[in-house]
């Protein structure tokens, strides 16, 4: 589990490769992972938009921005948290995610919250660092 925590506001991710939905042969691997956001600010605060920066093992890299999270715009009230599942295909047996929010307080002020890195990697795969 890789854990952030930017303004109160703490990111949990944990990844899962998935093997049914991967193709070795065809260099397709496929992983979920699950995020919980943790509201430990003493306001509410509705996640507006994501951004995630994806290197694959090659170092090729892809951006990805979009509204929201799994088409929704959650308000997460303090103290409470709020939990979505999601993938990201890659044609390499390993990389690495790291993003951020965009959160907005009731008063309107936007802010930027931390996505943690976390690796994707497939089980039993050698890791080599450079």
Request: glycine share 10%; aromatic share 10%.
């Amino acid at each position: 589990m890789y854990r952030a925590t930017t303004a109160g506001i703490e990111v949990s991710v944990e990844a899962f490769f998935l093997p049914d939905e991967s193709d070795l042969e065809e260099g397709r691997f496929v992983w979920a992972y699950q995020v919980t956001i943790v509201n430990n600010s003493p306001e509410p605060v509705r996640l507006l938009s994501r951004y995630w920066h994806i290197t694959d093992e090659l170092g090729r890299v892809q951006e990805v921005r979009g509204e929201g999270v799994v088409g929704e715009k959650p308000v997460i009230e303090p103290g409470d948290s709020f939990q979505y599942t999601s993938g990201c295909p890659l044609s390499t047996p390993s990389g690495i995610m790291v993003g951020r929010y965009t959160m907005e307080k009731e008063s309107g002020d936007q802010f930027e919250v931390d996505i943690p890195a976390f690796s994707l990697d497939i089980p039993g795969k050698r890791t080599v660092l450079n």
